[in-house]
């Protein structure tokens, strides 16, 4: 079993809130790909300016509502980071 075959099946029974919908998982014999649905948000690190207080709290927030229903279904996400924020 492939790892992303692995990464597919746990993405697509997690129930967390704010967590991207898995649609689909591919592979061309030699490359994989996961396809997520397009909520038209923009990963944190892309996001262009300053954060402001407000913004940079809301963030803060969902993010640590995120992790608090991830834990609650033993998944630990270990890259974390903010090219996986999405706001």
């Given amino acids: 079993e492939h790892a992303m075959t692995r990464e597919f099946e746990l993405l697509t029974g997690l129930r967390a809130r704010g967590v991207v919908g898995c649609l689909g998982l ?5 490359s994989w790909a996961l ?9 944190l690190d ?8 407000d913004d940079a709290a809301r ?9 608090v229903d991830l834990h609650a279904e033993d998944v630990l ?3 974390l980071d903010p090219s996986h ?3």
């Fill in 59 to 67: 963030v803060a927030i969902d993010l640590a509502r995120t992790l």
């Fill in 77 to 79: 996400h270990l890259a």
């Fill in 35 to 43: 396809h997520f649905e397009d909520t038209g948000a923009t990963s």
């Fill in 26 to 30: 591919e592979s061309d014999g030699e």
């Fill in 85 to 87: 924020v999405l706001v």
């Fill in 46 to 53: 892309l996001r262009p300016g300053r954060v402001s207080v």
